[in-house]
């Protein structure tokens, strides 16, 4: 089992940066293929970033074009989203994602089995 707490949501205004943080506990990050997704108002939830534990790599939704980067800090067994010049588009409460299962797919909402609550990051113009 694997439990995921995220943090670092709230308000800010266009053009702002921001970091989203995930907690683990259970296994370590490193292990795992682990990921960001959003869901933005009336919208189904979409994949935005994702990172794999074994070999680091990391990979963007096409949206992002620059903006976010995914990164993890395996001390703390944490893994972290920087939003910058964020737009009111990106207003969503934003999930983290992990799976045990190392596959060639990693963009989808099937391909993860455990998720956190997530946490609300919004943008004013």
């Not at 994702?50 to 992002?64: I, K």
């Given at each position: 089992q694997v439990q995921l707490v995220e943090s670092g949501g709230g308000l800010v205004q266009a053009g702002d940066s921001l970091r989203v943080s995930c907690v683990a506990s259970g296994r370590p990050f490193s292990s795992l293929i682990s990921g960001w997704f959003r869901q933005r108002p009336g919208r189904m939830r979409e994949f935005v970033a994702?990172?794999?534990?074994?070999?680091?790599?990391?990979?963007?939704?096409?949206?992002?074009k620059g903006r976010f980067t995914i990164s993890r800090d395996d001390a703390q067994n944490s893994m972290y989203l920087q939003l910058n010049n964020l737009e009111p588009e990106d207003t969503a409460v934003y999930y983290c994602a992990a799976d045990t299962t190392h596959t060639s797919s990693y963009k989808y909402v099937g391909d993860y089995a455990y998720w956190g609550r997530g946490t609300q990051v919004t943008v004013s113009s």
């Open positions: 994702a990172v794999r534990g074994t070999s680091g790599n990391t990979y963007y939704a096409d949206f992002v």
